[in-house]
């Protein structure tokens, strides 16, 4: 799993839509899944097969009041997970429960 931050949202979305499926440097990630950080999903990375590149700002994080944050990485999604997306990034787990690197 690679984690790729920036502080400028304008080059998180090129490098974003540069690798992602479609885009013209997409050809050099084989087996890499290229995604955003907002579509972090606990049981996609346990069972992934390819690596996993996710995209986001330095931003994302720089909440002092997590527990009142309105930014997505730190709200519940009760639908997908049932943690927060921050605590599951921390966790990070495979298919068997390992932490991955």
């Given at each position: 799993m690679i984690l790729w931050l920036s502080k400028?949202?304008?080059v998180v979305q090129q490098s974003y839509a540069n690798?992602?499926?479609g885009g013209k440097y997409n050809h050099l990630l084989s087996d890499i899944s290229v995604r955003l950080l907002s579509e972090?999903?606990?049981e996609d990375v346990a069972n992934a097969k390819e690596d996993l590149l996710y995209f986001a700002t330095v931003g994302t994080f720089n909440q002092?009041?997590?527990e009142k944050s309105n930014?997505?990485?730190f709200a519940i999604d009760t639908d997908q997970?049932?943690?927060t997306?921050?605590?599951a990034l921390k966790i990070r787990e495979t298919a068997d429960g390992k932490r991955r690197p």
């Open positions: 400028g949202k304008v690798l992602a499926i972090y999903d606990p002092r009041d997590r930014l997505k990485i997970i049932e943690s997306r921050w605590e």
